[in-house]
């Protein structure tokens, strides 16, 4: 398994720019989330997923759009990027049973100037 | 609302020296309480986690015990090693399907040999 994967590693945008984040997880997880760290602030729940086509807000969602058309795949978008928006973001999905434990993705490095 | 507070970081220790990192959180009901790890330049990893009061999470020698009295969810080890460098955050866990977490703004710890 490859676990829980993002792409890009490292992307730079500038101001109004809209992308895509991709996150992708092959252990047939049902719960899937977006997080964004910034020094000082520990993790923020952006967005967060408990099952294909279905979507819920966190604590920062503002500038930020999810979907979930598949249980494997979660991207998330920014529509017009801001600088506030320079991040480290990490996806991570979850079994709806067992233990919970939540499966990071290594994270993706978004500055945007 | 639920949150969950750390101690300041960083914390500096010489190899061999005793661990402490504090956790304490306010959450409505009865969480599920984690420790996550993050070495540099990776995502997040599960360090050890309790679902009940007076429960005791352990791995790689650290240790922590839900404290419902104390609403505390303090991180031990006794005896630090270089390889221990890293962030620690404290969590909890709320959502309608348990799926999210509330992190700490995490605690640098630098070991020295």
């Known amino acids: 398994n490859a676990g829980v994967t993002q792409t890009p590693k490292f992307q730079v945008l500038k101001t109004g720019q809209s992308m895509t984040l991709q996150c992708a997880q092959d252990?047939?997880?049902?719960?899937m989330s977006w997080y964004r760290q910034d020094p000082g602030m520990g993790l923020r729940l952006i967005h967060y997923s408990v099952g294909a086509g279905i979507t819920d807000q966190g604590e920062v969602p503002n500038g930020y759009n999810v979907s979930r058309s598949t249980t494997e795949d979660f991207p998330l978008r920014l529509l017009s990027a801001a600088p506030s928006q320079t991040s480290v973001y990490f996806c991570?999905?979850?079994?709806?049973?067992?233990?919970?434990?939540?499966?990071f993705g290594p994270g993706t490095r978004l500055t945007v100037t | 609302g639920n949150s969950v507070t750390q101690m300041e970081g960083p914390v500096t220790l010489s190899e061999e020296a005793f661990l402490t990192i504090n956790c304490t959180y306010t959450a409505t009901g009865y969480p599920s309480l984690f420790w996550y790890v993050q070495y540099p330049g990776e995502g997040l990893q599960l360090l050890l986690k309790?679902?009940?009061?007076?429960d005791k999470g352990s791995n790689k020698g650290f240790e922590a015990t839900y404290r419902k009295e104390t609403t505390s969810f303090h991180l031990e080890k006794g005896s630090v090693q270089v390889s221990d460098s890293a962030v620690y955050f404290c969590a909890l866990r709320i959502g309608q399907a348990g799926t999210a977490l509330i992190f700490g703004k995490g605690t640098t710890l630098s070991v020295s040999s």
């Open positions: 991570a999905s979850t079994p709806a049973s067992g233990s919970y434990e939540q499966y």
């Open positions: 252990m047939n997880h049902e719960y």
């Open positions: 309790a679902t009940k009061a007076d």
